[in-house]
């Protein structure tokens, strides 16, 4: 069975970079495509950007240039950084997995990050 | 980007009452468009994908339709575990983009 979970910081100060991981279990991560899909409080849902099969990257325009999607396929797993973050990037922070940039199946359990000096 | 709008924002139902969530795109999407339920501190789940394709482990009673700019979830018969937030989310093009969820609460 497929499982994901994200770790990291739970709090992290503004104008910092936030960092985290999705250790994935059950599937390889050279397979398939795995995004990062944040909420918001208030549930706004929004999704950040993935890393494919093969290593390729897409992003959500509106994270311009503060986001990097990267990943370590000996230890199955994929990071995201998200630079110069403001309050406004405080939310729940979610990994999960997709057969194509479509729908997501499989979801991690959600991490919440702060954004608070 | 392709908004999603979704409603009504809050629908208050009777438990047994069957309802219809519903999910309009900016632009068409063909049948681009899927939907997940959220409980309160759990993950998003994958009800429906592409507009009315059933997912396995999904409850019979949940079924999707429509295509273009206007979609629709169906719960027929709603149960007590149902109470949740429902969000669609379309695939149709790059930013993926979620509406901003129909939350289905206890009358």
């Known amino acids: 069975e497929v499982q994901l979970q994200e770790s990291g910081p739970g709090l992290v100060k503004p104008s910092q970079s936030l960092s985290l991981t999705c250790s994935v279990t059950g599937y390889s991560i050279t397979s398939n495509y795995w995004g990062w899909i944040r909420k918001f409080p208030g549930n706004k849902m929004e999704w950040m950007g993935y890393i494919s099969y093969s290593g390729s990257t897409s992003y959500n325009p509106s994270l311009k240039s503060r986001i990097s999607i990267t990943r370590d396929t000996s230890k199955n797993q994929f990071f995201l950084q998200l630079n110069s973050v403001t309050t406004e990037d405080t939310a729940t922070y979610y990994c999960?997995?997709?057969?194509?940039?479509?729908?997501?199946?499989?979801w991690g359990q959600g991490t919440l990050v702060t954004v608070s000096s | 980007d392709i908004v999603l709008t979704q409603s009504p924002a809050t629908l208050s139902v009777t438990p047994g009452e069957s309802v219809s969530l519903s999910c309009r795109a900016s632009?068409?999407?063909?049948?681009?468009i899927h939907w997940y339920q959220q409980k309160s501190n759990e993950s998003p789940r994958l009800l429906i994908k592409y507009a009315s394709q059933s997912i396995s482990g999904i409850p019979s009673r949940f079924s999707g339709s429509g295509s273009g700019t206007d979609f629709t979830l169906s719960i027929n018969r709603v149960e007590s575990e149902d109470f949740s937030v429902y969000y669609c989310?379309?695939?149709?093009?790059?930013?993926?983009?979620f509406g901003s969820g129909t939350k289905l609460e206890i009358k």
């Open positions: 989310q379309q695939s149709y093009s790059l930013p993926l983009t």
């Open positions: 999960a997995r997709s057969p194509r940039p479509n729908w997501f199946a499989y």
């Open positions: 632009q068409g999407i063909s049948t681009s």
